[in-house]
């Protein structure tokens, strides 16, 4: 079975252990964290991921700036990157998009919708 | 003198008499065989012309029949491909009703799965912080990111439990944050039943400080020591979910402990007490 990784970055450490909760359900999938944005930048210089899902509130380096550097790295502008965010940030969520975020969940999340988003991405069944 | 039978001949060429009505005779009847073997021959002809028209018959009868023969067959592989048929419908039926049983039922694992996490995540995250301060901005982030709520905020009762007094809040202006009397207000209500007041009848993001979605009351040891309420939640939230109401009672049992064993805990120093208060434990 092929191995996937994904690299969460979130600030808050409860929405961080529930992301990783819920990924860790997808059976093919390891899972990394990142506190936020800068040590998101950090670890994907020292490895590969095959998605990212951010939050877009963080302190240090937010999510939109996180998905704009992402995006300029020859080595993971290709790495679909999913956003967190709340339903009254419409206007950073549109950001995030044009900028190249590939999808978008709105809080509060529910771990079902969080796998099937990771999964639709990465094409697992 | 003998005489000689072929003297006649010798002495006359014509025949005589009797051979010449014999030979009419034998003629006669040549000529009757004759048209008897015609007609014979013409019989014939004419019934093998028929034994042919006959044959012919015969064979486009047979080949009918062997048609019919063939399409009697392929009627009865029809049937039997029909029979199959309708099993295998009916097989795969029964298939896709278990395939979607089980999908349901992976559905509902999921979910059921998912609101454990949720109430394991919101309890391991309110027991895990030593200092009021993180309790709070915990207990604040269950009710936004896991209850969705938009509007809220959490009061303990006064030393003389004559009010409420609002401790954290999110998404309420100063002026409603005022502490409330715990007599004649809904607030005060719920603090002193220990019975929540869940306004499911409405859409909770319309909720307001004066029409709270939800208020929830916090309990220490048997006694209710203050209340959440939720004033609102998210637009998109459109109504608590099942998960929501075993957050509230998870909030309700274990806030207001958690929120006064950091308090303890931030008095002490951050001190461990020593093993001597572990010894006599009796278990």
């Known amino acids: 079975m092929a191995e996937y990784s994904c690299l969460i970055v979130e600030d808050s450490p409860m929405m961080r252990q529930l992301l990783v909760f819920a990924l860790s359900r997808v059976k093919s999938l390891r899972v990394t964290e990142a506190d936020d944005g800068v040590d998101a930048l950090r670890k994907l210089a020292s490895a590969r991921y095959d998605i990212i899902v951010t939050d877009i509130n963080m302190p240090i380096m937010d999510g939109l700036k996180l998905v704009k550097r992402v995006r300029s790295d020859p080595l993971h502008k290709d790495t679909p990157i999913v956003i967190i965010t709340t339903e009254g940030s419409q206007a950073d969520r549109q950001r995030a998009l044009q900028l190249g975020a590939n999808a978008y969940i709105t809080k509060p999340i529910q771990a079902p919708q969080v796998i099937a988003t990771v999964k639709e991405l990465l094409k697992i069944q | ?283």
């Open chain 2, 1 to 283: 003198m003998a005489s000689d039978p072929h003297d006649r001949s010798v002495k006359d060429d014509e025949p005589g008499r009797d051979l010449r009505s014999e030979r009419d005779e034998v003629l006669q009847r040549f000529t009757r065989g004759s048209r008897f073997a015609q007609e014979f021959l013409q019989d014939y002809e004419s019934l093998e012309q028929r034994l042919r028209t006959l044959e012919g018959e015969n064979a486009a009868l047979r080949s009918t029949i062997e048609a019919d023969h063939a399409v009697r067959d392929l009627l009865r592989k029809i049937e039997t491909l029909e029979v199959e048929k309708a099993e295998l419908i009916s097989r795969f039926k029964s298939a896709e009703e278990s395939r979607s049983s089980v999908s349901s039922r992976m559905t509902e694992i999921e979910l059921e799965f998912a609101n454990l996490a949720n109430l394991f995540v919101a309890s391991s995250q309110l027991s895990s912080s030593l200092s009021p301060r993180a309790v709070a901005r915990r207990i604040k982030e269950i009710l936004a990111q896991l209850v969705g709520a938009e509007a809220y905020a959490m009061y303990l009762a006064n030393s003389d439990g004559t009010e409420l007094v609002p401790i954290a809040s999110e998404g309420v202006p100063g002026e409603k944050l005022a502490p409330v009397r715990i007599r004649d207000s809904l607030l005060g209500e719920v603090f002193t039943s220990g019975e929540a007041r869940v306004n499911e009848d409405s859409n909770p993001s319309q909720g307001s400080p004066e029409h709270p979605a939800a208020v929830l009351p916090l309990e220490l040891d048997e006694r209710n020591v203050g209340v959440i309420a939720i004033f609102a939640t998210l637009s998109q939230k459109a109504r608590f979910s099942t998960v929501d109401f075993e957050l509230f009672r998870l909030l309700g049992r274990q806030a207001a402990v958690a929120l006064v064993a950091a308090s303890l805990f931030m008095r002490a120093e951050h001190k461990l007490p020593g093993l001597e208060a572990f010894l006599d434990l009796s278990v």
